[in-house]
């Protein structure tokens, strides 16, 4: 008769606890669907993270961490963005959401010119799904970093690759970057290239040298 009495006590406490548990989800659900209600109205997100916030008081989900990031950033709260962007790869990294916010974190590292994160990120992202992010879009950040070399290596990697989508500009930006490393010849080659094929970067460039070896004579 005891033994049965704890059981019975057991699975009672049991299912309290798990009912316990759902109230808090459907709570979090609750305020993380009216913060994407407000959104979806047209309200400042100011007010929407206040809901992502409650959300997360009661449970946490990548969605809730990713959308609290998307909040932050609009805000111009960036390191609070890049917190909440890794959360939610870390519980989700190869989910939707998961790539969805590994894209956000190129975007926000590369806004606050974090160049080596971004690079990271974008790399990881390339890897497990090429298409949302080029290697051109890789080589553009190294570029930016002032990595020349790297951008120049990775910018050729991605037109060996053949799915880049503006192989014109690739060029006149290989062109820029062998340049600025000191291969001239390397890089008019490639900028006439660019050039031929409609690149009005290239051509701006070559005019400029056309300039320089001018006032040099």
Not at 203 to 216: G, H, P, T, Y
Request: hydrophobic letters at 40%; charged letters at 25%.
């Amino acid at each position: 008769m005891r033994q049965a009495l704890v059981i019975v006590l057991t699975s009672f406490i049991a299912c309290s606890c798990t009912g316990r548990k759902q109230q808090l989800i459907d709570k979090a659900d609750a305020y993380y669907n009216k913060g994407i209600d407000l959104i979806l109205s047209g309200i400042p997100d100011s007010i929407p993270l206040f809901y992502f916030d409650s959300a997360l008081m009661y449970h946490e989900r990548p969605e809730y961490y990713a959308m609290r990031g998307a909040s932050a950033h609009t805000q111009g709260e960036y390191d609070r963005a890049v917190s909440d962007y890794e959360k939610a790869v870390e519980m989700d990294s190869l989910g939707k959401t998961g790539l969805l916010v590994l894209k956000e974190l190129v975007i926000v590292n590369t806004k606050i010119k974090n160049y080596p994160r971004a690079i990271y990120y974008a790399q990881k992202l390339n890897r497990i799904k090429p298409f949302s992010i080029l290697l051109s879009d890789i080589g553009m950040l190294y570029y930016q970093m002032g990595d020349y070399e790297k951008a120049f290596l990775t910018l050729e990697e991605a037109i060996k690759s053949r799915r880049e989508w503006q192989p014109v500009e690739l060029f006149g930006l290989m062109g820029d970057c062998a340049l600025k490393l000191g291969f001239k010849d390397q890089a008019i080659t490639y900028l006439h290239v660019a050039d031929s094929m409609g690149s009005t970067y290239a051509r701006c460039i070559l005019d400029s040298l056309k300039i320089v070896n001018q006032i040099k004579r």
